[in-house]
């Protein structure tokens, strides 16, 4: 869940998980429940080589993410059609 056609929640938004690791220097970085941040892969790659944290999650997340420049959009641009049938199945 890291991107556009990531599943609906229960309530119909999106919170999206990504994490990434750098095994020659054991350095980590992940997000979860992001909700704005275009790109969390990128967000994740963010928080391994800008930032002291491994894990950043929900508002938290999308704060550091707009203070790197990462660009953001509204939640609604994550979800597409075949993804909102699979929720109302």
């Known amino acids: ?7 609906f929640t229960w309530e119909g938004g999106h919170t999206l998980d990504a994490a ?3 095994g020659s220097g054991r350095a980590a970085g992940a997000v979860a429940a ?4 275009r790109h969390p892969v990128a967000l994740a ?3 391994m080589e800008k930032s002291r944290h491994v894990l950043l999650a929900g508002a ?20 597409t059609e075949e993804r909102r049938q699979q929720l109302d199945w």
């Open 1 to 7: 869940n890291a991107g556009r056609g990531s599943v």
């Open 20 to 22: 990434i690791m750098d």
């Open 34 to 37: 992001s909700t704005t941040t």
């Open 45 to 47: 790659r963010a928080v």
């Open 60 to 79: 938290g997340a999308d704060a550091f993410a707009r203070d790197q420049g990462l660009e953001q959009v509204d939640n609604v641009w994550f979800g």
